[in-house]
């Protein structure tokens, strides 16, 4: 390695084996609860919760450390009605005017999605992700970002995982195209909108689709060498 400017590991903690292997499969216990949702009550959810869910995803590795993401957390009324509209817009293109194709939809009719999201405004929060293709470790910076999808990924995944681990339930929504959201975010061109998540509780009586619940066996899933 080139030498570079290192500070000792801060804050690394070791366990036991038999505690290592206890922990994990406490979260694998608890990650295996986590479930898609599409019905969301409008019980409000401080917004403390989300934002330490929130700095949880920042902790995320990326390339170069750039830390290509912005995340723009919505709860006003008026703005999520605003993403409805825009998204429901995109999604009637997508299921009514069958853009997707016949296979896409085909491989989404177990879900029985349509292009109404109401829950965009029931939810009582709103997360849209955004990619940055330039930054920097510091803001302000303007250099290339690496690694960018990839990053942007991991760290939406710590994030699901932080929301359900404070007890909230999670909707992952891509319409497209979701350049829409740069205009109601006011984020600049050099973001591209990655994801919209929904959080907040389950309505009363939430369902979940059969077929959501069916994973993958293990051996299907992992080779080791």
């Known amino acids: 390695m080139q030498p570079h400017d290192n500070i000792p590991l801060p804050d690394y903690q070791e366990y036991p084996v038999e505690e290592m292997q206890a922990r994990a499969q406490a979260f694998y216990g608890e990650m295996r609860r986590r ?15 989300i934002e330490d869910c929130l700095r949880t995803a920042g902790t995320a590795p990326s390339g170069a450390n750039h830390q290509p993401w912005h995340f723009a957390l919505i709860g006003n009324p008026e703005i999520k009605y605003q993403v409805r509209l825009r998204a429901e817009q995109e999604e009637r293109g997508f299921y009514d005017e069958r853009k997707a194709g016949e296979e896409w939809l085909d491989a989404l009719a ?8 109401p829950y965009l405004e029931h939810a009582p929060w709103l997360i849209a992700i955004f990619a940055q293709r330039r930054g920097g470790v510091e803001v302000g910076m303007e250099r290339k970002n690496y690694y ?3 990053s942007v990924g ?33 984020r600049p061109e050099h973001e591209r909108a990655y994801i919209l998540l ?3 509780y389950p309505a009363e009586g939430a369902t979940v689709p059969v077929h959501a619940t069916i994973k993958k066996p293990f051996e299907d899933i992992v080779s080791v060498f």
């Open 35 to 49: 479930h898609t949702v599409r019905e969301f009550s409008d019980r409000a959810v401080p917004r403390e919760v």
């Open 148 to 150: 960018v999808s990839e």
């Open 198 to 200: 929904v959080a907040g």
């Open 110 to 117: 177990p879900l029985g999605t349509d292009s109404s999201k």
């Open 154 to 186: 991991i760290a939406t995944g710590f994030l699901i995982a932080a929301l359900h681990n404070a007890g909230l339930a999670t909707l992952t929504h891509t319409p497209k195209p979701m350049n829409f959201l740069n205009e109601i975010c006011e």
